[in-house]
């Protein structure tokens, strides 16, 4: 009975956008079509392949709405469904890039030249300097230029480093420096890490934690692996994990009570093979409690630990509700030319961009992000990922790769490549997006059978391509 109503129902939509969309010419759009576009669109989130909508759609006399509805029918049927042949897709902005990129990118070869590393450790640009720390090769431990320029930037560390201007750092340089010392030469830089493990910058104790292990500090793992932030916690644990295997198999059972996925996700991994006799009692409390959350885009940590617990690595908890989309849909998907400020804190060197939806390709993603939007969602979240030569990413309330919006994002893979200034959704796999944003740099085209492209930038790119890990929103807002 209710299926033979909204058959009735988008009938008489259907039939009266044909009556409709007759007369208003062949750029309008009325509240007929508008439902049945929004119908066909919901279908299309749900996944709901026997959505009556779909054929009506598929049959209706705007070609536009008819396009939709056949995209829909095939992404339902598979997420990875790229094509859409009906209307031309319009090409992203070109931008070239900074010629710092060049130098950064060439880094990789003259890794093992250590004049060539000491020249790039005074590049003008700190992105290339942090690079070099970074690639630097081992067998360039005993150059005195590379060594004592790792220990002016650990030593010029700012008493401030919650803030920094624009084109410099602030924790960024001793942190990396104090990574690559810890490689280079663990005994020198073993007090360092041990000093820098106490600092009051969450950033500088999770470099800490991964600059521990190389210097043979496990006291210092395990102190922060019950630090105050959860970013540290997992970064440390999971370098317990690898190196102490289940010698700290109580630290890890006593993580998983944490609140945070990526702290519970790490412990339960840790814990794989565990013959401590706590460890399956607090596994498996610990999955029912995530369980019962019903947040999709914390799959992660329930498929922890159900592998912990050796069952099967599916996650079968039902996802989240859908809610209805927003009204936005509509316009998106008829290509309205909506644009976003990102405005970036002062604290982190300033400036905005501006980015264009592009709902042509992907207008489930761009209304939702849109509502997260006007929500005050991403106001204060950060960039939590910065490879310079790969991309930007960011926008988790948690400020890792694991805390996200729920429901999941669906993919709406499209015609328009990763190129440069394209913004893609962060997911774990098809129809698994977080919210979070993540801004290629260079192009990325081996990204487009598993990311939807939902916006392009079209003012600021040198404000993205100065972005630094740690960096923070200050504000996403609609300006047209």
């Given at each position: 009975?209710?299926?033979?109503c909204?058959?009735?129902?988008?009938?008489v939509l259907l039939?009266a956008?044909?009556?409709?969309?007759?007369?208003?010419g062949s750029?309008?759009?009325s509240?007929?079509d508008?439902?049945?576009?929004?119908?066909?669109?919901?279908?299309?989130?749900?996944?709901?392949a026997?959505?009556?909508?779909?054929?009506?759609g598929?049959?209706?006399?705007?070609p536009?709405?008819?396009?939709?509805?056949?995209?829909?029918v095939a992404?339902?049927?598979?997420s990875t469904?790229?094509?859409?042949n009906?209307?031309?897709?319009?090409?992203p902005?070109?931008?070239?890039?900074?010629?710092?990129?060049?130098?950064?990118?060439?880094?990789?070869?003259?890794?093992?030249d250590?004049?060539?590393?000491?020249a790039?450790?005074?590049?003008?640009?700190w992105l290339v300097?942090?690079?070099?720390?970074?690639?630097v090769?081992?067998?360039?431990?005993g150059?005195?230029?590379?060594?004592?320029?790792?220990?002016?930037?650990i030593?010029?560390?700012?008493?401030?480093?919650?803030?920094?201007t624009?084109?410099?750092?602030?924790?960024?340089?001793?942190?990396?420096?104090?990574?690559t010392?810890?490689?280079?030469?663990?005994a020198l830089?073993s007090?360092?890490?041990?000093?820098l493990?106490?600092h009051?910058?969450?950033?500088?104790?999770?470099?800490a934690?991964?600059?521990?292990?190389?210097?043979?500090?496990?006291?210092?793992?395990r102190?922060?692996?019950?630090?105050?932030?959860?970013n540290?916690r997992?970064?440390a644990?999971?370098?317990?994990?690898?190196?102490?295997?289940h010698?700290?198999?109580s630290?890890?059972v006593?993580?998983?009570?944490?609140?945070?996925?990526q702290?519970?996700r790490v412990?339960?991994?840790?814990?794989?093979?565990?013959?401590?006799?706590?460890?399956?009692?607090a596994l498996t409390?610990?999955l029912a409690?995530?369980?019962?959350?019903?947040?999709?885009?914390?799959?992660?940590?329930?498929?922890?630990?159900?592998?912990?617990?050796?069952?099967?690595?599916?996650d079968p908890?039902?996802?989240?509700?859908?809610?209805?989309?927003?009204?936005?849909?509509?316009?998106?998907?008829?290509?309205?030319?909506?644009?976003l400020?990102?405005t970036?804190?002062?604290?982190?060197?300033?400036?905005?961009?501006?980015?264009r939806?592009?709902?042509?390709?992907?207008p489930?993603?761009?209304?939702?992000?849109?509502?997260?939007?006007?929500?005050g969602?991403?106001?204060g979240?950060?960039?939590?990922?910065?490879e310079h030569d790969?991309?930007?990413?960011?926008?988790?309330?948690?400020?890792?790769?694991?805390v996200?919006?729920?429901?999941?994002f669906?993919?709406?893979?499209?015609?328009?490549p990763?190129?440069?200034?394209?913004?893609?959704?962060?997911?774990?796999g098809?129809?698994?997006?977080?919210?979070?944003?993540?801004?290629n740099l260079?192009?990325?085209l081996?990204?487009?059978?598993?990311?939807t492209?939902f916006?392009?930038?079209?003012?600021g790119?040198?404000?993205?391509?100065?972005?630094?890990?740690?960096?923070v929103?200050?504000?996403i807002?609609?300006?047209?």
């Amino acid at each position: 009975m209710a299926e033979r109503c909204v058959w009735s129902l988008l009938s008489v939509l259907l039939l009266a956008g044909c009556a409709i969309s007759g007369n208003a010419g062949s750029g309008g759009s009325s509240t007929p079509d508008s439902a049945l576009i929004t119908a066909i669109l919901a279908a299309e989130d749900r996944r709901a392949a026997d959505d009556p909508a779909l054929a009506l759609g598929s049959q209706h006399r705007d070609p536009q709405v008819s396009a939709l509805a056949r995209r829909a029918v095939a992404r339902i049927a598979d997420s990875t469904f790229a094509q859409r042949n009906e209307f031309p897709v319009a090409a992203p902005p070109v931008w070239p890039e900074p010629a710092w990129r060049l130098r950064y990118r060439a880094l990789a070869l003259s890794r093992t030249d250590c004049a060539a590393m000491a020249a790039a450790f005074a590049d003008p640009s700190w992105l290339v300097r942090l690079r070099a720390a970074d690639v630097v090769a081992d067998t360039c431990a005993g150059d005195t230029r590379i060594v004592g320029t790792l220990r002016e930037w650990i030593d010029a560390l700012p008493s401030d480093v919650s803030r920094r201007t624009a084109g410099s750092v602030s924790w960024h340089a001793a942190a990396h420096a104090m990574v690559t010392l810890a490689r280079l030469q663990p005994a020198l830089a073993s007090p360092i890490v041990r000093r820098l493990a106490a600092h009051s910058s969450a950033h500088l104790r999770e470099y800490a934690a991964r600059a521990a292990t190389a210097a043979g500090a496990t006291d210092v793992l395990r102190t922060l692996a019950r630090d105050r932030d959860a970013n540290v916690r997992a970064t440390a644990i999971e370098a317990l994990g690898r190196g102490t295997g289940h010698a700290d198999d109580s630290l890890f059972v006593a993580a998983l009570a944490a609140t945070e996925p990526q702290v519970v996700r790490v412990a339960a991994t840790a814990l794989v093979g565990s013959t401590d006799p706590t460890a399956r009692p607090a596994l498996t409390a610990a999955l029912a409690t995530w369980i019962a959350r019903q947040h999709d885009t914390e799959r992660d940590v329930r498929v922890a630990l159900r592998t912990a617990l050796g069952q099967s690595a599916v996650d079968p908890a039902p996802r989240a509700r859908r809610p209805p989309l927003p009204v936005s849909v509509v316009a998106l998907a008829r290509g309205a030319d909506v644009r976003l400020r990102v405005t970036m804190a002062a604290a982190s060197g300033g400036g905005s961009f501006v980015v264009r939806m592009r709902g042509d390709i992907a207008p489930i993603t761009g209304a939702r992000i849109l509502d997260l939007v006007d929500q005050g969602y991403y106001n204060g979240t950060g960039w939590h990922r910065a490879e310079h030569d790969f991309v930007i990413q960011g926008g988790s309330p948690g400020e890792n790769e694991y805390v996200g919006a729920s429901p999941f994002f669906v993919d709406e893979l499209g015609l328009v490549p990763h190129l440069r200034g394209t913004i893609g959704m962060s997911t774990r796999g098809h129809d698994t997006g977080d919210g979070q944003w993540f801004v290629n740099l260079r192009d990325n085209l081996r990204l487009g059978r598993d990311y939807t492209v939902f916006a392009e930038v079209v003012e600021g790119i040198d404000v993205v391509d100065g972005v630094m890990e740690g960096d923070v929103i200050a504000s996403i807002v609609r300006v047209r």
